[in-house]
């Protein structure tokens, strides 16, 4: 029934660090940006972002967030570049391997036996085994309190080309059942796709005939 009871809770008296990890159980799920950097002294990086989407339309650009000062962001601010690569479900424990504190002068690539490949338009390294590969130079670096949004600028997207249900020039596009991408959820959990639900934006001129409420969820 509507009105159940809820649990009230306040930033500043339940702390930093619980509300951060109550923050990230309920924002799910959420993409993650791999994101690849060569240091100012040519090391490369790479490393998953959770805080992560799309940040304009025209030009294109993604974002990222970094809490804390990481090396993706170092790299990123040091050079002006940085790849967002897709995580796949097939790669899920190179990714999270990725995720491990390496010291700043080892290269994740080669601890956890990716291939780093020569991006297009951009210095830092593209992974190989990746289906996708978004080449971003630095727009902006935006710090919010202990976190910095890094927003780039998507200068080449290099899809695998059989990822895609048709011509891209036609209208194709990568379908998600071969891409199939990985997210994280709260704790140490990860999701994959699983169900897909499509469903058609209602315009206004149809409203309401178009709506049946069928999907709403139970009221009891």
Known sequence: MIGRMRTDLDPTELGAR?????????????????????SADGVDNLAPHSFFTVSCVD????QFTSVGV????????????????????????QVNASATNFPAGVSEFAEVGLTAE????????????????????????LTLGDSTVVIGRVVHASIRADVFDGDVHDGGLPAIDRLRPLARLGR??????????????????DWPGHYSGRHSPPTA
């Open 18 to 38: 619980p509300f951060y990890k109550l923050l990230t159980s309920v924002v799910v799920p959420r993409p993650i940006a791999w994101v690849s950097t060569r």
């Open 59 to 62: 030009p294109p650009m993604v």
């Open 70 to 93: 990481k090396d993706s962001l170092t790299n990123a601010r040091e050079t002006g570049e940085f790849v967002v690569c897709l995580a796949t479900e097939a790669l899920f424990e």
């Open 118 to 141: 020569p991006s297009s338009r951009v210095t830092p390294p593209r992974v190989a085994e990746s289906p996708v590969a978004l080449e971003c130079r630095l727009e902006q670096a």
């Open 188 to 205: 140490d959990e990860w999701s994959t796709i699983g169900e897909i639900l499509e469903i058609t934006r209602i315009r206004h001129q």
